[in-house]
Structures are given as structure tokens and as C-alpha cells.
């Protein structure tokens, strides 16, 4: 293995205590995940996965049976994690989608603006992944149209004057913020994510 794969397990390799409780196909989850998101997709190989799980390649293929069906699978792991953001703002503000709507720009924000933060995994995955047919494209296009559909559900529910355009608006201002906080820091322009999200919001709900 490289000198660059071996940081990359080094970084991301399970405490062996808790590795030895965990199914296999969890660890390969788990170890997965972190080395594409801290690293990216395509600069990790399945070695280093294996090796970071404290297994090897034949059971990581036992459990996926590519590389690329074990990239969608974790994609498919953030999304629901992603849309249980959703599920707390609801039970945070039942019945008030302004509120929510307001309680996604801070939770968002506070992602923006955490330096260890490397933006959202399934955008940065469409970045890396140019294959149309790729498994994992279907995972990301899915998630970001239901991302988007809940921000037009609670726009109509809150009463904006142009709902669709309201979901538009804002799934581009977060779209273009997680780029522009990997490219110049939680303390640059992405500082004023909440303040144009607010005003994008106030000026559908007048």
C-alpha cells in the first residue's frame, strides 16, 4: 500500500475494542464512509477500506459486490441521516413550517460554519461520480429532488406567494454555500447564509 493510502486508513481505522463488536458489513460501512468523505471517492481504494474495517477485500465484496455498489450504499447512509434533520424540526415546531423553514437555514449554518465540516456528502459525490449510470448517481438525484420537494412543501404550507420559487431559491443559495464554504471558510461569505435565507423567506410570506 502507498504511503498516502496508509495515512488514510491511519486516520480513519475503527478502535479495535469496538471494530471486534461491530458486524462486518457495518465496519465496511463505517470505514467507508469516513475515508470518502475526509478524502473523496475516487482517492480511496478498496485496501484501505478493507484495512480500516479490520477485514479484507473478500469480505468487503462478500457484503458489496463492487466498489461502487458500496459507494452508493454509504450515499444512501447520509441521506437518512440527512433527512432525519427534517424529523427534528418538525417535532421542534409542529404545525409552524415558517419555523421550520427558519430552524433548516440554522441548522445548515451551523454545518457551514464548523471548520471540520466538508460539506455535503452527496454533493460532493456528483462531483466526483461524471458516470450517469453509476448506482450512486441515482441515490444523489433522488435525495436532492426530495430535498428539494420538502423545502417547496413547507414554502406552501408557510403561505409564500411563489412556493416552487421559494424551494428553487433556497436549495441553490445551500447549494452554492457548501461550495463556497470548502473554497474560502466558515468565516467568509457563507457568514450571511442565514441573512439572505431570511430575507429570500420574509419577502414570500409579506
Same mark, same amino acid.
Given at each position: 500500500?502507498?504511503?498516502?493510502?496508509?495515512?488514510?486508513?491511519?486516520?480513519?481505522?475503527?478502535?479495535?475494542?469496538?471494530?471486534?463488536?461491530?458486524?462486518?458489513?457495518?465496519?465496511?460501512?463505517?470505514?467507508?464512509?469516513?475515508?470518502?468523505?475526509?478524502?473523496?471517492?475516487?482517492?480511496?481504494?478498496?485496501?484501505?477500506?478493507?484495512?480500516?474495517?479490520?477485514?479484507?477485500?473478500?469480505?468487503?465484496?462478500?457484503?458489496?459486490?463492487?466498489?461502487?455498489?458500496?459507494?452508493?450504499?454509504?450515499?444512501?447512509?447520509?441521506?437518512?441521516?440527512?433527512?432525519?434533520?427534517? &424529523? @427534528?424540526?418538525?417535532? $421542534?415546531?409542529?404545525?409552524? /413550517?415558517? =419555523?421550520?423553514?427558519?430552524?433548516? %437555514?440554522?441548522?445548515?449554518? !451551523?454545518?457551514?460554519?464548523?471548520?471540520?465540516?466538508?460539506?455535503?456528502?452527496?454533493?460532493?459525490?456528483?462531483?466526483?461520480?461524471?458516470?450517469?449510470?453509476?448506482?450512486?448517481?441515482?441515490?444523489?438525484?433522488?435525495?436532492?429532488?426530495?430535498?428539494?420537494?420538502?423545502?417547496?412543501?413547507? &414554502? @406552501?404550507?408557510?403561505? $409564500?406567494?411563489?412556493?416552487? /420559487?421559494? =424551494?428553487?431559491?433556497?436549495?441553490? %443559495?445551500?447549494?452554492?454555500? !457548501?461550495?463556497?464554504?470548502?473554497?474560502?471558510?466558515?468565516?467568509?461569505?457563507?457568514?450571511?447564509?442565514?441573512?439572505?435565507?431570511?430575507?429570500?423567506?420574509?419577502?414570500?410570506?409579506?
Amino acid at each position: 500500500m502507498s504511503r498516502d493510502n496508509s495515512a488514510v486508513v491511519q486516520d480513519s481505522a475503527l478502535p479495535l475494542a469496538t471494530s471486534e463488536k461491530i458486524p462486518p458489513r457495518a465496519r465496511v460501512l463505517t470505514a467507508a464512509r469516513e475515508l470518502f468523505y475526509r478524502h473523496g471517492i475516487r482517492s480511496v481504494g478498496v485496501e484501505a477500506i478493507a484495512e480500516a474495517a479490520g477485514t479484507n477485500k473478500m469480505t468487503l465484496y462478500r457484503h458489496f459486490a463492487s466498489k461502487d455498489e458500496l459507494i452508493a450504499a454509504c450515499l444512501r447512509e447520509f441521506a437518512q441521516e440527512a433527512d432525519g434533520v427534517w &424529523a @427534528r424540526l418538525e417535532a $421542534a415546531h409542529p404545525g409552524d /413550517a415558517a =419555523a421550520q423553514l427558519r430552524g433548516w %437555514l440554522a441548522a445548515v449554518e !451551523r454545518r457551514l460554519t464548523d471548520p471540520g465540516d466538508r460539506g455535503c456528502a452527496l454533493a460532493n459525490a456528483a462531483i466526483e461520480i461524471a458516470e450517469k449510470d453509476h448506482p450512486a448517481r441515482r441515490v444523489i438525484e433522488a435525495f436532492k429532488s426530495h430535498q428539494r420537494e420538502r423545502l417547496a412543501a413547507l &414554502a @406552501r404550507a408557510a403561505g $409564500a406567494a411563489e412556493p416552487e /420559487a421559494l =424551494a428553487d431559491n433556497l436549495f441553490m %443559495l445551500v447549494e452554492g454555500a !457548501r461550495v463556497c464554504a470548502q473554497s474560502t471558510g466558515p468565516k467568509g461569505p457563507v457568514c450571511q447564509f442565514v441573512r439572505t435565507g431570511e430575507a429570500l423567506i420574509a419577502a414570500q410570506l409579506r
